[in-house]
């Protein structure tokens, strides 16, 4: 399981997930469903989120399935940024990549 801040044009927002990889296509195409186009996320420790969640994180994690799914732990943009020191922040994943948005560019 991986805890993540998920930052996108309306603010952060904490999700669990049981994807291997925030870098996973198909987590992308769950976040893209719920109208999560384009954003950064960064890991986070399951632990700290786990201790400062307690027994909401219990409910919504024994609801996750074992494998390919997504679920929502706050939506408190404000709440969820100032939760999380940055240097707890992990390496960033942007979506679409850089890479990706460097070709829409070009071909447009």
């Known amino acids: ?5 998920v930052f996108s044009g309306s603010g952060p927002i904490l999700i669990l997930t049981s994807f291997d ?19 950064i996320a960064y890991e986070l420790s399951v632990n700290k989120v786990k201790e400062m969640y307690g027994t909401r994180f219990s409910i919504i994690c024994g609801d996750l399935s074992q494998t390919d799914d997504l679920r929502v732990l706050d939506i408190d943009g404000h709440h ?6 940055l240097e707890e922040l992990g390496t960033p994943v942007y979506f679409p990549s850089r890479e990706a948005a460097q070709k829409a560019t070009a071909s447009s």
């Open 21 to 39: 990889s925030l870098e996973d296509p198909t987590l992308a195409q769950k976040l893209s469903a719920r109208g999560i186009t384009k954003y």
């Open 80 to 85: 969820v940024f100032k939760s999380f020191t």
């Open 1 to 5: 399981m991986k805890a993540a801040m």
